[in-house]
Nanobody, 115 residues
Framework: QVQPVESGGGLVQAGGSLRLSCAAS????????MGWYRQGAGKQRELVAT???????NYLDSVKGRFTISKDNGKNTAYLQMNSLKPEDTAVYYC?????????WGQGTQVTVSS
């Protein structure tokens, strides 16, 4: 397994924006889906957004209209644009990508939203 490389986390005030990146080393033609989970302190991990190989997207209800997932096939990279951030979005965000039989996880990146 090859771990995707995440970047883009940080500290932002409520209402601000951040963009996360997730770079996979696999050919885009082998990747079935990419996305992000997040886990806040004392909370269960939850699926935030996914994008499939054909570009279909899906979002956690609480982020719909604020977060946008996209991908650049030429760079084997997915992006999570997060706007209108809220303190409750504070969490470690983990990207992943799915091959036919395996899921590869990123190392996680901290997103902290101050009120």
């Amino acid at each position: 397994q090859v771990q995707p490389v995440e970047s883009g986390g940080g500290l932002v005030q409520a209402g601000g924006s951040l963009r996360l990146s997730c770079a996979a080393s696999e050919s885009v033609f082998r990747i079935n889906a990419m996305g992000w989970y997040r886990q806040g302190a004392g909370k269960q991990r939850e699926l935030v957004a996914t994008i499939t190989s054909d570009g279909s997207t899906n979002y956690l209800d609480s982020v719909k209209g604020r977060f946008t997932i996209s991908k650049d096939n030429g760079k084997n990279t997915a992006y999570l644009q997060m706007n209108s951030l809220k303190p409750e979005d504070t969490a470690v965000y983990y990207c992943y990508y799915d091959l036919r039989f395996t899921r590869n996880w990123g190392q996680g990146t901290q997103v902290t939203v101050s009120s």
